[in-house]
């Protein structure tokens, strides 16, 4: 069988054999996956159209929308075919495409998670210094930074797992998840992409670390505030930041030391679901809808004067606007 992944592909795990828990399945991730790209897409329009949103911390924002995006799209779509066709294949370049962008997606996330934590720390600890240190040129080559090195990060180990050899085409996941994929191996060379996986999450747990030393930092620096209001204020642009990225790393934490401690198939596909899905879902309520600032401009562009006042009047024309 070791050449069976490159003719006919894998066979990815079933949520279910019985027809009416498929369909439930393709119903509940069709709804997640809708909520998930409608919010961070209404992210994306809003901090792209209102001129005051044009900020450090928003322009982060919306590279965080579209990353979401990116990664549920990555696998979602593929496992509600599978389960409303009644199907399980996956061609092995789908399997290779989920490995690359998923690896993609998912260091920008952490990246950009860890950037907006140095925004907030400058913002709140060194007011007096924000527009010179988080200025357009700094933000903008942070990103280019934050994509370049996601892209060189996901051609690592997608290289690094697909050259081993697979003595088996059945992925115990909904998904062609890396760590599952090694278990499939018949050579070697795995240990390659198990080092390469045991480097990134000491990288992983660093930008985590980096996170709570930065937050420790600010709310001692909150605490010391003289205004109630300033101090809530702060603390409500904190504490969410802090709720996402500790889902997010100790539900990906779980998914990835799973299989070492053979813990079950049934907790595996849970915990992995919810650090795949539902923080890219959570992060449009939990960063966006509690801020007053996006809070108006989401009014603002769902209303139809504004709507008139943006966009441009030959569209309004060949739309039927007076």
């Not at 592909?9 to 949520?15: I, K, V």
């Not at 913002?123 to 942070?142: D, F, H, S, T």
């Not at 003289?226 to 709720?243: D, F, I, M, V």
Request: charged share 10%.
């Amino acid at each position: 069988m070791n050449n069976l992944t490159f003719t006919s592909g894998f066979l990815l795990l079933e949520f279910s054999q019985i027809r009416e828990l498929q369909i439930l399945h393709f119903l509940v991730f069709l709804g997640l996956y809708l909520i998930t790209v409608i919010g961070n897409l209404l992210i994306i329009f809003v901090i792209a159209l209102d001129h005051h949103l044009h900020a450090p911390m928003y322009f982060f924002l919306m590279n965080l929308a579209i990353s979401d995006i990116g990664s549920v799209s990555v696998i979602q779509p593929k496992s509600m075919v599978n389960s409303i066709m009644n199907n399980r294949p996956i061609s092995y370049g789908e399997c290779v495409s989920q490995v690359f962008f998923f690896f993609l997606f998912g260091c920008a996330d952490i990246t950009v998670l860890t950037i907006m934590a140095h925004d907030r720390y400058v913002a709140i600890c060194n007011p007096l210094q924000y527009e010179a240190v988080m200025n357009k040129g700094a933000c903008i080559q942070m990103i280019i930074i934050t994509w370049i090195t996601s892209i060189l990060y996901a051609v690592l180990h997608t290289s690094g797992t697909f050259s081993i050899t697979f003595c088996s085409n059945r992925v115990d996941q909904f998904f062609c998840e890396v760590p599952k994929l090694l278990k499939l191996s018949c050579s070697d060379l795995y240990l390659v992409e198990v080092g390469l996986l045991v480097f990134s999450w000491i990288s992983v747990f660093g930008c985590f670390v980096f996170i709570i030393v930065t937050y420790v930092w600010i709310l001692t620096a909150v605490l010391k505030m003289p205004s109630e209001q300033g101090r809530h204020k702060a603390l409500s642009t904190c504490l969410p930041h802090l709720l996402v990225v500790s889902l997010l790393m100790f539900t990906g934490l779980f998914a990835y030391i799973g299989p070492a401690i053979n813990s079950s198939s049934g907790m595996d596909v849970v915990f992995t679901v919810i650090y795949t899905i539902l923080p890219p879902m959570l992060n449009p309520f939990i960063y966006s809808m509690r801020n007053k600032e996006i809070q108006t401009a989401l009014r603002k562009l769902l209303s139809l004067k504004h709507f008139c006042d943006t966009v441009p009047r030959y569209i309004q024309k060949s739309l039927g606007f007076p």
